[in-house]
């Protein structure tokens, strides 16, 4: 597959914007993790979620149900991450986290913002020097695309310069583009 590439550089480190499926994602020899947009059962689903599980095999439910439940059925509630291996997907970790259902989350920006926050923190506390996000919350849970990229480019700015590179994977060209017009908005390049 061609991905399309933009490179932008934050102070340490790089931000990446492509275009792509983000089950096929890695970078070679190194701490890699891929961003599930998952819901809060973490049982699986379809978008992101499906061709992340479709890739990584059986094994990877197997892992979701040793999560443990923090309440009724749920593992990760909304804007929270958690990690699993990435067994048979080119990436060697999934950070699944859960964003907003718009119109239905109370305070979907804070969600949103919280899912990205809590999928770096958890990142760096596992030592992760590449990650890659899809548009969270940007598929069946109808975030606005235009506010979901703004929160998504802003978040990842204030931590980026923990990792190497922090790539987004976009799915089709109107959110690579727009994700590339937010990008240039809001980051200054070098
Ligand atoms: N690679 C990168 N991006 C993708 C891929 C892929 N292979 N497939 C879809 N997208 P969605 P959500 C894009 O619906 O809105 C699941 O059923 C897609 O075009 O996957 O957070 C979960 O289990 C969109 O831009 O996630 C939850 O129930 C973006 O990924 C629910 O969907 C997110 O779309 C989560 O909904």
Not at 74 to 102: D, M, N, Q, W
């Amino acid at each position: 597959m061609t991905f399309k590439v933009a490179t932008l550089s934050l102070s340490s480190s790089a931000l990446k914007i492509k275009k792509g499926d983000i089950s096929q994602w890695f970078v070679d020899g190194f701490s890699d993790a891929i961003v599930n947009s998952a819901n809060e059962r973490m049982l699986g689903g379809g978008g992101c979620d499906g061709a992340i599980r479709r890739a990584a095999g059986p094994e990877l439910l197997e892992a979701c149900y040793r999560v443990p439940e923090v309440g009724f059925g749920i593992r990760c509630p909304t804007g929270e991450a958690r990690i699993t291996p990435g067994f048979k997907l080119p990436a060697s970790h999934v950070i699944h986290t859960v964003g907003p259902i718009y119109g239905v989350t109370i305070n979907p920006e804070a969600s949103l913002r919280s899912a990205y926050k809590n999928s770096l923190s958890l990142a760096k506390a596992n030592n992760i020097q590449y990650i890659a996000f899809p548009a969270i919350s940007c598929g069946l849970y109808c975030y606005p695309h235009e506010e979901a990229a703004t929160i998504a480019i802003s978040t990842v700015k204030e931590f980026a310069n923990d990792f190497k590179e922090v790539h987004f994977v976009l799915f089709t060209d109107d959110l690579y583009n727009l994700w590339l017009k937010k990008a240039n908005e809001l980051l200054s390049f070098s």
